[in-house]
């Protein structure tokens, strides 16, 4: 009897400012099919509540099965990595074929537990860790969404939850990815969260992470984006926003209007250079900037929705 052919998969790797790993992340998760990984200096410890230091470049990989499609997806990576190539140092990209099993071994040794913020702490499904007693455990398994709170943005959104969530609170987090953001309000005791992503996969994805949390009679998650019939005028207490700044400043209005007078709206996912339209345009639906973080490149703003009277 012959051996059965363990499948073969492409590991695509390229070399990039750390204010481009945004959008090659998303060209990776759009065309690449095992997943997106970056690669940032270690030296740091999690457990310590430490951050890694901010890089001046960040290697970013993906994957794909050598299939009848696998030069498809390679063509219209290339096309978009040569675009950015035009206005940004990328390397070229590497390629280089693997084993199944190295896949799946190679993209989730990445991934390590993560104290995101104060309390809540992200640990990835197939990783062991024991909580201190007032630890909040997120357990993720990203799949091919984003969001695995190693991510600036996601940490600085973590730590926005974990400051503004409070018991009975109803979120609405839009680009949920990987369900993080939602499933961090749950545990902090909100009795809803409803998360909306236009990818389908990673609606699926946040899905499954609320399942595996216990969450899923908290978390409602569905594909699309705004306006929704869910998404009524003042439904929710706090709105999250971890996008870009382009659909930023596109949903503010929305945004505001969903939140109750005196909620609020934390809108990440862009960079400095950026910050000023997203905050006008947050600030033309009435809303005051009464927080700001920043990490690196990276901007968080919280947004207050004034009360009436």
Not at 208 to 231: D, F, K, Q, T
Request: net charge negative.
């Amino acid at each position: 009897m012959a051996e059965a052919v363990s499948p073969k998969w492409v590991e695509l790797s390229i070399e990039a400012p750390a204010e481009y790993v945004e959008p090659l992340s998303h060209l990776f998760r759009r065309y690449g099919k095992g997943g997106v990984v970056t690669e940032e200096p270690g030296g740091y410890s999690p457990d310590e509540g430490e951050r890694p230091p901010a890089p001046d470049r960040v290697t970013v990989k993906t994957f794909y099965p050598l299939d009848q499609e696998a030069k498809e997806r390679r063509g219209r990576i290339d096309v978009g990595v040569r675009l950015m190539s035009q206005i940004a140092p990328i390397s070229p990209l590497t390629e280089r074929v693997i084993e199944e099993r190295e896949w799946e071994e190679a993209w989730k040794e990445h991934f390590h537990p993560l104290r995101a913020a104060e309390r809540l702490v992200v640990v990835p499904t197939w990783r062991e860790f024991t909580p201190d007693e007032r630890d909040l455990v997120i357990r993720l398994d990203p799949g091919m969404a984003f969001g695995t709170g190693h991510h600036p943005t996601t940490r600085m959104c973590l730590e926005q939850v974990e400051a503004c969530v409070k018991p009975g609170m109803s979120v609405l987090d839009v680009g949920c990815g990987s369900g993080i953001l939602s499933i961090a309000a749950a545990v902090l005791g909100a009795r809803l969260a409803f998360g909306l992503d236009v990818d389908e996969a990673a609606a699926a994805v946040a899905e499954a992470n609320a399942s595996e949390n216990g969450a899923a009679g908290v978390v409602s998650i569905a594909n699309g984006s705004l306006p929704h019939p869910r998404v009524r005028r003042e439904s929710y207490d706090l709105a999250l926003a971890n996008i870009s700044a382009k659909v930023v400043i596109e949903l503010a209005g929305i945004l505001a209007s969903a939140v109750k007078p005196g909620g609020a709206v934390v809108v990440s996912g862009f960079l400095l250079k950026d910050e000023d339209g997203v905050r006008q345009a947050c600030e033309e639906t009435g809303g005051a900037v009464e927080d700001r973080q920043v990490d690196g490149e990276w901007v968080t703003l919280r947004i207050r929705i004034p009360t009436r009277g």
